[in-house]
């Protein structure tokens, strides 16, 4: 019997939301595609938002993931960047579940650990090593789109084992596991 199934990677952002999916077919990994969506030309930040939920909406529609692998927002010194990048993760993630699709969060240096073996590895190490195991004749100009194609083979290096990140497999998951974000009034 044959058992497939197709993994979409996102690295969410407000200027480049990068993306990748690959399809595992008897446990073994193959590329789909990787590309990202600019956001650059818009100032609006609730349009960007709004291009992001759509973006990923059309990628489930069309390629009908299993699972969404999203890389967690890393905590930097610049509160309104990390809000930002919340926000992103937040809608991307929000068109997953709307779809009934699990989510599972991974933390950058978790990424780059189960890619190169090296949670510090910068994104040109990343690339590279994916290019390999992938068999991918060239990388893309900005690692935006490497950087989510990451995210899904960390999924399927990690099997659905969630160690440092967060797993949702619905609304109902999401409010569990994060009751401070619930706003009850």
Known sequence: MVVEKIILGVDPGTTIMGFGLIKIINKKMEFVQMNELQLKKYDDPYIKLKLIFERTIELIDTYNPDEIAIEAPFYGKNVQSMLKLGRAQGVAMAAGLSRQIPITEYLPKKIKMAITGNGNASKEQVALMLQS??????????????????????????????????????????????PNKINEK
Do not use: E
């Not at 195991?133 to 900005?142: A, G, R």
């Not at 690692?143 to 949702?168: Q, R, S």
């Open 133 to 178: 195991l992938l068999k991918l004749k060239s990388l893309p100009k900005n690692l935006d789109a490497t950087d989510g194609l990451a995210a899904a083979v960390c999924h399927f290096y990690n099997n659905g084992k969630v160690i440092g990140g967060k797993n949702y497999t619905g609304w109902a998951s999401f409010v569990k596991q994060n």
